[in-house]
């Protein structure tokens, strides 16, 4: 079983040690907050897709904080209080394992806003995270994309710690835009990349510029995967031994889950002794995937006669308006809806 991570360029970080002692005490030049997801012992990596960089933060945050549910209306308007008035907009949410507690990034202001981390306690307490004076390591992702006239770009998307190794997916400037990297950590340099090429049914043709929008990593027999989920919404799995620096991998597509609609965010559980894909999605609610099919399915090469095709899903009606989710523990669910309220909800 694993956790999260993707988008167009996907980063694998490679964790030597991945401690404390691998920071150094300082103020990270934090320019956004695209992504996050946590390493070990409360170890926060953060993606910056504006300054095209990642960062990894010691939060400190390893005291378990109990099993109680979330559950808080309105939270961007109490995150803005906290934070001293203005516009709060929420860019990212994940669970710490090590502690039960919930960090949330957000951008404060109009426009890109400026980046601002809060911690959300077990008991709903909100408190800002500082980012000065930190224990933090960083390294420059090279050849990121860049803005254009659609607004900012996807340098970083996703992002998934896993078995010693950081995935990171984003979009960058080589002819493969959607790419793959291995970054170790300790962090040192990051290399140029693995290009990503997948064929999109509802659109009929292969792509390579569409970013990864959210994705899990996840064991296929015995052989590691990444299940991406791309806009328009074509689900794919990219064995992850073919990531390798300046290699171009085709995905394999094996599921078109509808077009007018986006991925908003993926998270995988077990329950009744099977593995499942939860996600969320723009226009087309939060869908449970069994992965027991997964290995077989025929990959989708030519555009679909019907508007879904592929590995089969169920859309789950009692959950509307997701617009982030992680898993809180083995039973739940945390859910941001669209209204900004915080809930837990059992896993379907």
Do not use: W
């Not at 070990?40 to 990642?54: H, K, W, Y």
């Not at 992002?159 to 984003?170: E, H, N, Q």
Request: aromatic share 6%.
């Amino acid at each position: 079983m694993r956790t999260q991570l993707l988008v167009a360029t996907l980063v694998v970080a490679v964790a030597a040690s991945g401690s404390a002692a691998d920071l150094t005490k300082g103020t990270p030049d934090i320019k956004s907050i695209s992504a996050m997801t946590f390493g070990p012992n409360g170890l926060l990596f953060l993606g910056d897709s504006a300054g095209a960089t990642i960062f990894a933060i010691d939060t400190g945050d390893t005291k378990p904080a109990g099993n109680k549910e979330l559950n808080i209306e309105k939270l961007e308007t109490k995150i803005s209080d906290i934070l001293g008035g203005g516009p709060a907009r929420i860019t990212d949410m994940k669970v710490n394992p090590a502690s039960g507690n919930v960090f949330i990034s957000v951008a404060r202001g109009t426009g890109a806003g400026v980046p601002a981390l809060v911690k959300v306690t077990r008991d709903g307490t909100i408190t800002p995270v500082l980012l000065k004076d930190i224990p933090f390591a960083s390294v420059k992702i090279p050849n990121p994309a860049t803005g254009g006239a659609k607004g900012p770009p996807a340098v970083i998307t996703q992002m998934a710690f896993v078995d010693g190794k950081l995935f990171v997916a984003g979009l960058s400037s080589e002819q493969f835009a959607s790419t793959l990297r291995v970054i170790p950590f300790p962090f040192k340099e990051a290399d140029k990349g693995t290009g990503i090429e997948i064929f999109h049914g509802a659109h009929g043709k292969l792509e390579t510029h569409a970013p990864i929008r959210t994705f899990v990593p996840y064991k296929i027999g015995d052989e590691e995967h990444i299940m991406a989920a791309y806009t328009c919404t074509p689900l794919v799995k990219i064995p992850v031994r073919e990531l390798k620096p300046g290699a171009k991998v085709k995905g394999i597509t094996i599921a078109e889950l509808g077009n007018r609609n986006n991925p908003l965010d993926m998270i995988l559980y077990t329950k009744g002794g099977k593995d499942y894909i939860l996600m969320a999605n723009s226009a087309r609610g939060v869908m449970k995937i069994p992965t027991t099919d997964f290995a077989k399915a025929e990959p989708i090469t030519t555009r679909p006669s019907t508007e879904t095709a592929g590995v089969k899903y169920e859309t789950i009606k009692e959950l509307t308006d997701v617009m982030q989710l992680d898993k809180l523990d083995d039973g739940h669910a945390l859910i941001l809806l669209k209204n900004g309220d915080l809930k837990t909800v059992p896993l379907p």
